[in-house]
């Protein structure tokens, strides 16, 4: 008799010693605190707990920004130990100017001392601690003890890709038996492999995932009503729905753990993110990186960028525009619009390089020994000078200084129809400079082969995107990002 099924939140797994971790490391703030002020026999009160609290309060948020609680992150002690260090000073500087801007920095007498010994003491002893809890699981599931046994149901490459994962974490006490998978000696069973495009490699896992098949779903089961398996990992395919739904109702009668790993790596991810509705797990697709906190912080970046680069550029765009004034009629300025966030037009600013301001439909990109180019406008656009005036761009929120450059209107409805994912460049704001064009994609894109390219790099920038990504394309734009062969 079938029942009727209620809708069960789904909760993030280990969120309670998560939560412990977090309050435990909070704590190690407040025992950092008291040896420096005791090894300097400084008066524990008001004036240093109150910051305190403070560091502890900003390296929760930052510790959370940097995904420092995040279970099954897999990563190396020396990655989790840079999270924790950046964590702690962010939190420490914003402490240390919040003191300075806001409180009478005569009112206060502080320790130099006591706070020289806090400032290491703190991501030290974090740090130690991260690192002998999992000396210590570790030095207890190689004895046997808290270990499990996990099997794969699905010998194919997401499931080769939790095994790697797996297997990376050594701490966690899981040892591999095996794919279990009834495809895999069916001749016309239809690979997921195809999104690898390297057939070597594609036969490489998919002969490495099948030689570690020990057995169909019938021998599944068996191990798993005999205790043999404690968690079941099931990567088949999206399109087998019904098939797990008859498998999991089946091993239904074990006390196996039942896991499902949806292959959301069909599709070209941009910045994926998991949460719930009331219980419902969402998963987005396509998103934004910039959204609250990241959106703050990427319009501070811009703010910060243009408060120093426009006071030294000043007095060349002057320059830039009285030689443009001189040597051919026409505005300075050009005027063209183009797509920002979203798909919205903007009309992004340029210094006029050629005799004709072409803004409408069908816009002709500028080709090697142009006409339509003036002698000084072949300058400007060899070296990106033309781009300058988009730092009003920039001011006014319509751009950012790092970010996919925006192509004429007329271009981004052409490219849309021939690449896929085209327009996803918009999901963010479009910039002076990118990362595209630090890896060579400038100037004129004659073959769609190099407009693909350039649209790749957009889109990893957009799936990569972090504050120190911005800095290093800043960085290498300065000293090698204004020049190219095929800037026209």
């Known amino acids: 008799m079938n029942q009727e099924r209620s809708l069960v939140p789904i909760r993030p797994s280990y969120s309670t010693l998560n939560a412990l971790?977090?309050?435990?490391?909070?704590?190690?703030?407040?025992?950092?605190?008291?040896?420096?002020?005791?090894?300097?026999?400084?008066?524990?009160?008001?004036?240093?707990?109150?910051?305190?609290?403070?560091?502890?309060?900003?390296?929760?948020?930052?510790?959370?920004?940097?995904?420092?609680?995040?279970?099954?992150?897999?990563?190396?002690?020396?990655?989790?130990?840079?999270?924790?260090?950046?964590?702690?000073?962010?939190a420490f500087v914003l402490i240390v100017i919040c003191i300075f801007f806001f409180d009478d920095p005569y009112s206060y007498i502080y320790s130099e001392e006591s706070i020289q010994l806090f400032l290491p003491l703190v991501p030290a002893l974090i740090i130690l601690t991260h690192t002998i809890r999992r000396l210590i699981l570790a030095f207890l599931r190689r004895h046997g003890l808290n270990s499990r046994t996990y099997a794969i149901l699905g010998a194919n490459h997401l499931g080769k890709r939790l095994e790697t994962a797996i297997s990376q974490m050594p701490w966690l006490g899981y040892n591999f038996k095996g794919y279990y998978d009834d495809r895999t000696n069916n001749p016309n069973r239809r690979l997921d492999f195809d999104r690898i495009k390297d057939p070597s490699r594609r036969a490489a896992i998919n002969n490495d995932s099948q030689s570690q098949t020990v057995g169909k779903f019938e021998e599944l089961l068996h191990d798993a009503q005999q205790g043999k398996v404690d968690h079941i990992y099931i990567t088949l395919p999206l399109c087998a729905e019904k098939r797990i739904s008859d498998m999991i109702n089946k091993l239904a009668d074990s006390t196996v753990s039942v896991n499902i790993v949806p292959d959301f790596f069909t599709f070209n991810l941009i910045q994926s993110k998991w949460s719930?509705?009331?219980?419902?797990?969402?998963?987005?697709?396509?998103?934004?990186?910039?959204?609250?906190?990241?959106?703050?912080?990427?319009?501070?970046?811009?703010?910060?960028?243009?408060?120093?680069?426009?006071?030294?550029?000043?007095?060349?765009?002057?320059?830039?525009?009285?030689?443009?004034?001189?040597?051919?009629?026409?505005?300075?300025?050009?005027?063209?619009?183009?797509?920002?966030?979203?798909?919205?037009?903007?009309?992004?600013?340029?210094?006029?390089?050629?005799?004709?301001?072409?803004?409408?439909?069908?816009?002709?990109?500028?080709?090697?020994?142009?006409?339509?180019?003036?002698?000084?406008?072949?300058?400007?656009?060899?070296?990106?000078?033309?781009?300058?005036?988009?730092?009003?761009?920039?001011?006014?929120?319509?751009?950012?200084?790092?970010?996919?450059?925006?192509?004429?209107?007329?271009?981004?409805?052409?490219?849309?129809?021939?690449?896929?994912?085209?327009?996803?460049r918009h999901k963010v704001k479009p910039g002076i400079t990118g990362q595209a064009q630090i890896n060579g994609c400038r100037g004129e894109t004659d073959t769609l082969d190099k407009m693909e390219a350039r649209v790749h790099h957009d889109l990893e920038y957009i799936k990569q995107w972090s504050l120190w990504l911005d800095v290093k394309i800043v960085f290498i734009t300065i000293f090698k990002g204004f020049s190219g062969n095929q800037a026209y």
């Open 21 to 90: 971790s977090r309050a435990f490391d909070s704590g190690l703030i407040l025992v950092s605190l008291y040896i420096s002020m005791n090894y300097y026999d400084v008066p524990l009160n008001q004036d240093y707990l109150l910051p305190g609290m403070g560091c502890i309060i900003l390296f929760g948020i930052f510790a959370e920004y940097n995904d420092l609680y995040q279970g099954w992150r897999g990563e190396p002690m020396f990655d989790e130990a840079v999270r924790i260090l950046l964590s702690w000073i962010a």
């Open 276 to 424: 719930n509705v009331q219980g419902i797990p969402v998963v987005s697709v396509f998103d934004t990186p910039f959204t609250a906190f990241d959106g703050i912080l990427k319009r501070l970046e811009d703010l910060f960028l243009c408060a120093i680069i426009l006071p030294l550029i000043s007095l060349p765009m002057v320059v830039i525009g009285i030689i443009i004034k001189l040597t051919s009629p026409g505005p300075v300025i050009f005027k063209q619009v183009r797509y920002g966030i979203n798909g919205e037009k903007i009309e992004v600013l340029k210094f006029r390089t050629m005799s004709v301001c072409e803004n409408g439909d069908n816009v002709k990109q500028a080709t090697l020994n142009d006409s339509r180019v003036t002698p000084f406008g072949a300058f400007l656009r060899k070296t990106s000078l033309d781009e300058l005036p988009q730092f009003f761009n920039v001011l006014q929120g319509q751009m950012s200084v790092v970010g996919p450059r925006p192509h004429a209107v007329a271009h981004n409805e052409h490219y849309r129809k021939h690449i896929q994912g085209y327009m996803l």
